[in-house]
């Protein structure tokens, strides 16, 4: 059998933890984990999203600008409100904030963001209800069950997952791609962001958590977070900032699936008779009624909208996978496959980065966000330039003609 990481690490041994520490005589070429997962969906979507060549022309309000960014929907601006509620909610933990009071701080933010996505007034009722429905659930009940048995130690905290081998590229003098001679010259660093890292008060075992929402709803999905790069990235950077994590979970936020247009979220509608009774399930013959109009009518509050759905209803909007264990094996994949990576993702030539044209617009799946750039040449009008989240980092870009350009990653 093949040793593994070239003859370094013989097959049956465990990664080398100790060697994956950020070693400073190296260039630290970083990647944060939602750039690497876009690599693995589509390199094309890579270089759209993180190297596209308008960097070299301008900067905006002062920071480059790496690629570019598909502009708002629905989708990305919900996901983003629900991130900001959770954060928001978890910040001054174990203080929980006043459910109605999380909503008013920050649905407004995100409503500016809808308004500039353009979506159908019906829309942005559907989001608010879902908003303060799924906010008001959080700090009733989600957060102080997981509080009951864990403490928090950290939230939205960055770890780093230094790799301890990396192919040997780099620029000469003359700012040409050479192969290195001593490898440990470059050392790619993977940054991830854990939603939370949980401590069990109990045992001490560390537990790395997730927030997601999703159209899905029963146990059959929870399966496939077992092997997502997301969470065993997640474990692994868990695992080297705190010496041991144990597992993994995932809540998931509930939003209802779209039918005819309209989501199916018991946050998002209501059903009124005509003598004036209320449901928070579908009655045949009553009228649906968006709930923000409904509380608005009734002068009533989410705690009130809540009460009147039975146990099975309530439960249903939020779902927590179970423990996910770390992979050792992927763990080591990932170690094994990345360190070649450097050379690849360094690039600001287009046909660097292949397209992957199975993940363009699926009958399945929904549309790449890349997919106008990639088909219909809008790249120009319908994306805007990305501002990268971090602060610039040492890295040294190159093109063909062997000019080295330096920016962020
Ligand atoms: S549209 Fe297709 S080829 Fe283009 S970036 Fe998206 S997945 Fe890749």
Redesign the pocket.
């Given at each position: 059998m093949q040793p593994r990481f070239g003859g370094i690490l013989p097959d049956h041994m465990a990664l080398p933890y100790d060697e994956m520490v950020l070693r400073p005589d190296a260039l630290h070429v970083y990647i944060d984990r939602t750039a690497l997962e876009w690599y693995w969906?589509?390199?094309?979507?890579f270089?759209?999203g993180r190297r596209h060549a308008s960097f070299k022309a301008v900067t905006v309000d002062g920071k480059p600008i790496l690629g570019l960014e598909p502009q708002a929907n629905e989708h990305r601006v919900f996901g983003k409100l629900m991130h900001k509620l959770v954060e928001v909610a978890t910040s001054k933990l174990p203080t929980l904030p006043n459910p109605t009071e999380l909503g008013t701080a920050v649905l407004p933010l995100v409503m500016q963001d809808m308004a500039a996505a353009s979506v159908a007034p019906h829309v942005l009722k559907e989001y608010t209800g879902l908003g303060m429905g799924l906010a008001h659930q959080l700090v009733t009940h989600i957060l102080p069950v997981l509080l009951q048995d864990h403490e928090i130690i950290a939230v939205e905290e960055e770890l780093l997952i230094p790799l301890p081998y990396t192919w040997g590229h780099g620029l000469n003098k003359l700012g040409q791609l050479v192969h290195l001679q001593d490898p440990a010259k470059v050392q790619l660093v993977i940054r991830v962001k854990p939603d939370l890292v949980l401590r069990h008060k109990a045992d001490g075992q560390v537990v790395y958590f997730e927030w997601k929402t999703t159209s899905f709803t029963g146990t059959d999905q929870l399966a496939a977070f077992e092997i997502n790069p997301q969470i065993q990235l997640g474990l692994l950077a868990a695992r080297l900032k705190y010496g041991h994590a144990e597992w993994a979970q995932v809540g998931l936020f509930y939003k209802g699936q779209k039918r005819n247009n309209q989501r199916t979220s018991p946050f998002c509608y209501g059903y009124v008779c005509a003598d004036g009774r209320l449901s928070t399930r579908y009655v045949k013959g009553w009228h649906k009624q968006p709930l923000v109009d409904i509380l608005m009518e009734q002068e009533q509050d989410m705690n009130w909208w809540v009460k009147q759905m039975d146990d099975e209803q309530e439960q249903g909007q939020f779902w927590v996978t179970p423990p996910l264990m770390p992979n050792a094996v992927q763990h080591e994949a990932f170690v094994d496959q990345l360190r070649g990576l450097v050379p690849r993702i360094l690039s600001i030539e287009q046909d660097d980065y292949p397209?992957?044209?199975v993940?363009?617009?699926g009958p399945f799946g929904k549309?790449?966000?890349?997919?106008g750039?990639?088909?219909m040449g809008q790249q120009d009008t319908t994306y805007v330039a990305r501002i990268p989240h971090h602060d610039p980092m040492p890295i040294i870009l190159y093109n063909k003609k062997g000019h080295a350009l330096s920016a962020a990653v």
């Amino acid at each position: 059998m093949q040793p593994r990481f070239g003859g370094i690490l013989p097959d049956h041994m465990a990664l080398p933890y100790d060697e994956m520490v950020l070693r400073p005589d190296a260039l630290h070429v970083y990647i944060d984990r939602t750039a690497l997962e876009w690599y693995w969906q589509c390199p094309r979507k890579f270089y759209w999203g993180r190297r596209h060549a308008s960097f070299k022309a301008v900067t905006v309000d002062g920071k480059p600008i790496l690629g570019l960014e598909p502009q708002a929907n629905e989708h990305r601006v919900f996901g983003k409100l629900m991130h900001k509620l959770v954060e928001v909610a978890t910040s001054k933990l174990p203080t929980l904030p006043n459910p109605t009071e999380l909503g008013t701080a920050v649905l407004p933010l995100v409503m500016q963001d809808m308004a500039a996505a353009s979506v159908a007034p019906h829309v942005l009722k559907e989001y608010t209800g879902l908003g303060m429905g799924l906010a008001h659930q959080l700090v009733t009940h989600i957060l102080p069950v997981l509080l009951q048995d864990h403490e928090i130690i950290a939230v939205e905290e960055e770890l780093l997952i230094p790799l301890p081998y990396t192919w040997g590229h780099g620029l000469n003098k003359l700012g040409q791609l050479v192969h290195l001679q001593d490898p440990a010259k470059v050392q790619l660093v993977i940054r991830v962001k854990p939603d939370l890292v949980l401590r069990h008060k109990a045992d001490g075992q560390v537990v790395y958590f997730e927030w997601k929402t999703t159209s899905f709803t029963g146990t059959d999905q929870l399966a496939a977070f077992e092997i997502n790069p997301q969470i065993q990235l997640g474990l692994l950077a868990a695992r080297l900032k705190y010496g041991h994590a144990e597992w993994a979970q995932v809540g998931l936020f509930y939003k209802g699936q779209k039918r005819n247009n309209q989501r199916t979220s018991p946050f998002c509608y209501g059903y009124v008779c005509a003598d004036g009774r209320l449901s928070t399930r579908y009655v045949k013959g009553w009228h649906k009624q968006p709930l923000v109009d409904i509380l608005m009518e009734q002068e009533q509050d989410m705690n009130w909208w809540v009460k009147q759905m039975d146990d099975e209803q309530e439960q249903g909007q939020f779902w927590v996978t179970p423990p996910l264990m770390p992979n050792a094996v992927q763990h080591e994949a990932f170690v094994d496959q990345l360190r070649g990576l450097v050379p690849r993702i360094l690039s600001i030539e287009q046909d660097d980065y292949p397209q992957s044209f199975v993940q363009c617009n699926g009958p399945f799946g929904k549309t790449c966000d890349y997919y106008g750039a990639c088909y219909m040449g809008q790249q120009d009008t319908t994306y805007v330039a990305r501002i990268p989240h971090h602060d610039p980092m040492p890295i040294i870009l190159y093109n063909k003609k062997g000019h080295a350009l330096s920016a962020a990653v």
